[in-house]
């Protein structure tokens, strides 16, 4: 069973994509901020990690901290970030820094969950 | 403060453990001290200890999280039957940041009756980023109302040879990364050789963490560690619990686990 942590400071977010993606048979967590976040990726290893790219930080892209934290402590985790506002610099940094797929926040819970299997090579 | 650091304050959202350290005299065991562990609040990410502790350092709240952890710990020890000796775990980072530290932690444990010397500070996370000045002077404060000090997690990350030279410690305590498997690895066995003559040196015993297996007794033994923590003896107990057990009875050395087993050469 695949393990996922979902990252978003907007609660009704974590609910509704933890809510879904558990209904695809994965077991999730949910942090609100970067630093919850990087405590569970200290300790826990996930299958999948999807963060949103602004975590309500200082610099407002704490996402893209996850990925490099993601890319360096536990590789072969796969990492969706999602972007409302990104600029395209921002999203080819995400995929710089070894995002796997850069999503814009509009997109159906759906296709997230697409995405999110797909990377897991589950069928959605 | 953000929800999770609301959530670890919140009142009652803490819970305290005690793990208890044995003394391993011949084929008897009797009980050392307790370690007063801290559970953070269920149903959060924080219920694990590992996540919590990890969570308080990026957010670097640490003396106030310990203060926190330390002041319950202390009233849940003082309602305990007897007088055992305690130890708490304390990062290296609070000792370095926070000056008013030590007198506030001998300030709660004189209100709740326990007198300093049974309380042993147990150093974790040694990372620098703090003053090394007041750390030392943490260290001088705390002695001086008779506590003692242990480093924890001896022979992994930060916990090494500057931290023995600086900390002057009573107790090493050995990762059980060292510990579990002895019996089988000659380079565990090294290890643990190497730390016990070390700390025989530098004047400080030595405690065995995360004991879980019998056949691990003999290398300790060998080594000449007389102290061991671990499942194998009890696992973290909630007040109740450890009432219940008997560990606090002031009664003889219980008899120690079965160590008959053949150790390899």
């Known amino acids: ?124 | 403060m953000t929800p999770l650091l609301r959530d670890i304050l919140a009142t009652d959202a803490l819970q305290i453990v005690f793990q208890p350290v044995v003394e391993l005299i011949g084929d008897k065991l009797q009980l050392h001290m307790l370690e007063c562990l801290t559970r953070g609040p269920r149903n959060t990410n924080a219920a694990r200890a590992d996540v919590m502790f990890e969570y308080v350092r990026r957010k670097r709240v640490e003396p106030t999280v310990d203060r926190a952890c330390i002041l319950l710990g202390l009233h849940a020890a003082a309602a305990l039957p007897g007088t055992p000796d305690l130890s708490f775990n304390t990062h290296a980072s609070t000792l370095g940041r926070d000056s008013e530290f030590p007198a506030l932690l001998v300030a709660m444990a004189d209100e709740v009756g326990i007198d300093p010397s049974r309380i042993t500070i147990e150093i974790i996370e040694h990372a620098h980023g703090w003053d090394g000045a007041t750390f030392d002077r943490a260290l001088r404060t705390l002695r001086s109302f008779g506590a003692r000090i242990a480093l924890d997690d001896v022979g992994l990350g930060h916990s090494n040879y500057q931290m023995m030279i600086d900390t002057h410690p009573q107790y090493m305590k050995i990762d059980r990364y060292f510990v579990h498997g002895a019996h089988a690895d000659l380079d565990r066995r090294a290890v643990l050789d190497s730390i016990a003559q070390l700390a025989l040196r530098l004047g400080a015993r030595v405690v065995a963490e995360g004991v879980e297996d019998t056949r691990d007794l003999l290398p300790l033994s060998d080594a000449g560690i007389d102290l061991a923590q671990g499942y194998l003896f009890a696992r973290p107990l909630a007040a109740p619990e450890l009432i219940a057990s008997g560990w606090l009875q002031p009664s003889a050395p219980i008899a120690a686990p079965a160590r008959s087993f053949a150790c390899p050469a």
Request: proline share 2%.
């Open chain 1, 1 to 124: 069973m695949a393990h996922i942590l979902i990252v978003d400071d907007e609660e009704t977010i974590l609910f509704a994509m933890g809510q879904y993606i558990m209904a695809q048979g994965c077991t999730v967590d949910t942090a609100r901020e970067l630093e919850e976040a990087q405590a569970l990726l200290s300790n826990i290893r996930y299958h999948l990690v999807v963060a949103d790219l602004r975590l309500s930080g200082i610099h407002g892209s704490e996402g893209l901290d996850l990925v490099a934290m993601v890319r360096e402590c536990c590789p072969s985790t796969r990492v969706i970030v999602l972007t409302a506002y990104g600029s395209a610099e921002m999203q080819q940094e995400a995929l710089r820094r070894g995002a796997d797929a850069v999503l814009h926040k509009s997109m159906p819970l759906a296709d997230v969950a697409d995405h999110a299997m797909r990377l897991l090579g589950c069928a959605a």
